[in-house]
């Protein structure tokens, strides 16, 4: 992922995953800026769609692997 801004075209990476508060929180960095990613209950839903289309996806191309046999 990128992120794009005034001053330039950052790459962000992962660089930890944590419970605060009880919540998920991504660690992050922008190129020398560390941010953090938080996590609500409404953001539930579209998580839940984006890992149902991620364990599609999956599905898919391990179908297809195997049909190529």
Do not use: I, N, Q, Y
Request: charged share 20%; glycine share 10%.
């Amino acid at each position: 992922m990128r992120v794009l801004s005034p001053v330039g075209t950052f790459p962000m990476r992962l660089t930890g995953a944590r419970l605060k508060d009880g919540r998920p929180v991504l660690d992050t960095a922008m190129g020398v800026w560390r941010s953090e990613v938080s996590f609500e209950l409404s953001d539930l839903p579209l998580a839940a769609l984006a890992a149902g289309l991620l364990a599609g996806a999956f599905a898919a191309g391990r179908a297809s692997a195997r049909s190529v046999k």
